[in-house]
């Protein structure tokens, strides 16, 4: 029993290193799609210009594609959004990952409502990653194809269903706890 626990910190203590460093890429990117806003909405003239050319795009067939100020902006605007989706999920695995690594049992209240978190937010990230992949698609090769992110939406009903399972652990650990 004592050899598990030391193997899930361990484990524990690794995950919490990447995962700092996915929060921090992802935080990154965040601040990048925030400066593209920005510069877009509050720059002078001419350097919205010089940034919206920098976003041409050549596309397979070899027509260039232009993207207009409101086009770029709203690609900048769902690029921040599932940025943020990301980087909150980043956030709660480390939670759980930094609790486990302290000592403390997976089994927890804390951790099974981290879990549910989790799975709200996947949820969330794979319908406003649909729309950010057809607006991609619309604007770059000329079609709308939003197609639902069916297997965002399972990921999240399976990380709830873990959740639901981590709950059933939490009463056993508590019950265990009380016994002894």
């Known amino acids: 029993m004592e050899a598990n626990r030391l193997k899930i ?6 995950m919490t290193v990447i995962l700092r460093i996915g929060g921090v890429i992802s935080s990154i990117i965040a601040v990048l799609a925030l400066i593209g806003i920005y510069i877009l909405i509050f720059s002078k003239e001419d350097i919205k210009m010089s940034f919206l050319s920098a976003f041409h795009v050549t596309a397979n067939n070899g027509t260039i594609i232009e993207l207009s100020l409101q086009q770029l902006l709203l690609m900048f605007a769902f690029m921040l959004v599932d940025t943020i989706l990301i980087t ?4 709660f695995v480390h939670a759980i990952f930094n609790h ?3 000592g403390d049992t997976p089994f927890s209240h804390q951790n099974t409502i981290r ?5 709200i937010v996947t949820i969330i990230l794979s319908i406003v990653g649909s729309y950010s992949d057809a607006l991609v698609d619309y604007y770059t090769i000329g079609q709308l194809t939003w197609k639902m992110n069916v297997v965002g939406l399972i990921v999240g009903i ?4 873990i959740s639901l399972i981590f709950d ?3 009463e056993l650990q508590q019950q265990s706890d009380e016994t002894l």
């Open 9 to 14: 910190r361990n484990a524990s203590k690794k």
């Open 88 to 91: 909150i999920i980043i956030l």
């Open 100 to 102: 486990i690594q302290k």
């Open 115 to 119: 879990i549910k978190k989790i799975a």
């Open 158 to 161: 399976i990380i709830y269903c």
């Open 168 to 170: 059933y652990g939490c």
